[in-house]
């Protein structure tokens, strides 16, 4: 009724439309097309594969007993490795940022490696130096520790990568200013260089757990694939599919999928709450 009011007076009311032009819709259009044909449309055949076999015939092949190993093993890796990527990760972005040190380059080489290796030759790396002849003297190969190895090594880059550019925007002004009216390293850190951060370091750390989720070529080598010991969920979906049990194939992969968005959701959540409070 007010509203009415107002029109029939002659007061202005704000536009309730939109900016999106004709060329903008077309564009907006053309790449939601693509988006669900490259990622929407996969998704939705996954699922719809899954369902074929009922409630019942999903539990049954999830509740496998080596499947379901293969599972703890694959989402406890993943989460152990990316809270060690938070912090590592992070460490070294502040470090690449704010010293200064002989071979600083190379280490900037070095952190992009994994990006730039094939899988199977990362793989091929880790058994060379973590296998049976290992120059390290740690034998690994073929246990659960080469699973927390395979991933903590193409994971690592993720949050490096995208906290390193944010810690290098920020203005350090304003931490001098707050060390001047005696807050101390840490209270600076939490209270203005961290929630800044939190978002990279989120996104990092949602890429590193997703990436591990799915990780397999890096793992056909070093971890032998062993039942209840150190294989993994992407190897057991290629049993599933060698087998001609694509319903079940679909069934892990959808678990999978489930549980890599509500971590994705979940570190939104936490790195909204975050920068809130900061």
């Known amino acids: 009724m007010s509203t009415v009011a107002e029109s029939r007076r002659g007061i202005a009311l704000p536009a309730l439309g939109h900016d999106l032009t004709r060329a903008s819709g077309i564009g907006l259009g053309l790449a939601m097309t693509w988006f669900s044909l ?49 912090v590592t990760g992070t460490a070294i972005a502040w470090v690449l940022v ?28 880790l058994v060379s130096l973590y296998g049976v002849d290992s120059p390290l003297g740690l034998h690994w190969a073929n246990t659960s520790m080469s699973v927390w190895l395979a991933f903590a090594f193409v994971t690592l880059p993720f949050v490096v990568r995208m906290v390193q550019p944010v810690l290098d925007e920020l203005e350090a ?33 949602a890429l590193s757990f997703a ?24 190897v057991r979906i290629l049993s599933a599919i060698e087998n001609d049990n ?13 549980i890599s968005l509500l971590v994705i959701v979940a ?9 809130r409070r900061g």
């Open 38 to 86: 490259l990622v929407l449309i996969p998704l939705a055949a996954v699922m719809v594969t899954a369902s074929t076999t009922g409630w019942s015939g999903f539990w049954s092949v999830v509740t496998n007993d080596q499947t379901a190993a293969a599972i703890r093993l694959t989402v406890t890796a993943a989460a152990g490795v990316t809270l060690f990527n938070v």
């Open 98 to 125: 704010r010293d200064r040190f002989p071979g600083k380059w190379l280490l900037e080489v070095v952190i992009d490696v994994p990006f730039a290796l094939p899988t199977i030759v990362a793989g091929l790396v």
């Open 173 to 205: 002004d304003v931490e001098e200013a707050a060390a001047s009216l005696g807050a101390s390293r840490f209270t600076v850190f939490r209270r203005i260089v961290l929630p800044s951060l939190v978002p990279a370091i989120a996104a990092g750390a």
């Open 211 to 234: 990436r591990a989720m799915g990780e397999y070529g890096s793992l056909v080598l070093l971890s032998g694939n062993l039942p209840f010991e150190s294989e993994v969920t992407s």
């Open 246 to 258: 694509r319903a079940g194939a679909a069934a892990i992969a959808s678990l999978l999928l489930l």
């Open 267 to 275: 570190l939104d959540i936490i790195q909204r709450r975050v920068a």
